[in-house]
């Protein structure tokens, strides 16, 4: 009896000690499966966090891509009529292919799209809306003092602007239909204003 009694015990020792061990062990399991589903939500919320970052600097740059490729579409047609002309000569009073002076071919670019422009540069200084050379946009005109005149006496087409540079077609004496630019010093002392003609209009 004392021997079944003393069995009895060592079983019930046994069986409890497993239980005991069983349970801190999946007690453990649990511990350690709910650390390891932690650090892979910390992880996948870390690389989201990482992906909408990226997205955000992509949306940001498509933004200003897109901006940048907003254009007025009468400017660009505008600005291929004037490029065709490159290489034509100076002709004083002249307005074709043959030749033609600077207000002669501001003129002929113009008129192309039903824009009647003055037929001299001092006229056409007093169309449109004045801007400052900061506003300064492709299809303004740009109007000068060259050789010391005291009134104007040359306009050019703005083609292009970056910063203080304005880059700008027109029919010099020396070239005919050329480019050349404001910070070129001849230009830059000849410099007077800039004058918008036409309502520009994003497409």
């Excluded at 499966?33 to 870390?46: G, L, P, R």
């Excluded at 600005?79 to 600077?102: E, H």
């Excluded at 824009?115 to 299809?139: C, F, H, Q, W």
């Amino acid at each position: 009896m004392k021997n079944l009694a003393l069995t009895l015990v060592t079983l019930f020792t046994v069986c409890l000690s497993t239980e005991v061990s069983a349970q801190v062990k999946k007690t453990t399991v649990t511990t350690t499966s709910k650390i390891q589903k932690a650090k892979e939500e910390a992880t996948i919320a870390n690389i989201n966090k990482q992906m909408n970052a990226i997205d955000d600097q992509l949306d940001n740059k498509g933004s200003k891509k897109v901006e940048k490729l907003k254009y007025c579409y009468l400017t660009e047609q505008l600005l291929n009529v004037a490029n065709d002309y490159q290489g034509i000569r100076y002709q004083w009073g002249g307005m074709s292919r043959t030749g033609m002076d600077c207000s002669g071919f501001v003129k002929n670019a113009f008129n192309q799209f039903n824009i009647d422009l003055p037929r001299t540069s001092k006229e056409m200084a007093s169309r449109g809306e004045r801007v400052s050379s900061s506003d300064a946009k492709p299809g303004d005109l740009i109007f000068f003092k060259n050789g010391g005149s005291r009134v104007i006496n040359h306009v050019g087409i703005v083609i292009e602007v970056d910063g203080d540079d304005i880059k700008f077609i027109h029919s010099a004496t020396s070239k005919g239909v050329s480019i050349n630019s404001t910070k070129e010093a001849y230009y830059s002392k000849g410099f007077v204003q800039i004058n918008r003609v036409y309502d520009r209009q994003v497409l």
